[in-house]
């Protein structure tokens, strides 16, 4: 006889459901088939110990995902900056600004408006003057002969003025006739 299961308890003649011959009869399958008390509670111990055991293995192989995942982050992170620093360096290199000459100080400001001046304040290539507000006819003061190049830096015969989008298009004529990473 196999274990009782609830569909074939309900159909035992002459026994409604909780009654004490339902319980009675109930009892006799279960013993027909070989299941007592004792042996119940203790494969419900043994299923409840393998069910803990098995949540202990899944709660550290977690674990160790987990920990996994986070030298995974660190790495990508440790990856993501050095490939930004390498891309960084690398592009200074290619423009010849790897070690660029400081631009902030007192001589250059003052030897840009005296460039400015002496062009009477238009750009030499176009000939157009600065309108108020307009960030593209802005003058700016470029080196003839880049620094990189061997150009002198404050020497006011190698600057020349330059309205913003001249000095662009003169920068990327420069940049597109040197060689990959030359400076």
Not at 95 to 107: A, E, Y
Not at 116 to 123: F, G, N, P, S, Y
Not at 171 to 182: I, K, L, M, S, Y
């Amino acid at each position: 006889m196999t274990v009782p299961t609830p569909e074939t308890c309900s159909s035992l003649p002459g026994a409604t459901l909780g009654s004490d011959l339902w319980i009675s009869k109930v009892a006799s399958l279960f013993r027909d088939a070989g299941v007592t008390p004792d042996r119940v509670a203790i494969e419900a111990e043994q299923g409840h110990r393998r069910a803990r055991s098995t949540a202990i293995r899944l709660e550290e192989k977690y674990r160790r995902a987990e920990k996994k995942v986070e030298e995974l982050r660190r790495a990508a992170s440790e990856a993501a900056r050095v490939e930004t620093a390498w891309y960084y360096f690398r592009n200074r290199a290619r423009r010849g600004t790897l070690f660029p000459v400081p631009r902030s100080g007192g001589n250059w400001a003052k030897i840009r408006r005296e460039v400015i001046m002496r062009d009477l304040e238009t750009c030499t290539r176009c000939g157009n003057r600065p309108i108020p507000g307009r960030i593209e006819t802005r003058l700016e003061v470029d080196h003839i002969i880049p620094v990189s190049k061997g150009g002198s830096y404050l020497d006011q015969s190698n600057l020349v003025t330059l309205c913003r989008r001249c000095h662009v298009r003169k920068t990327t004529v420069d940049n597109a006739t040197r060689p990959w990473g030359q400076p």
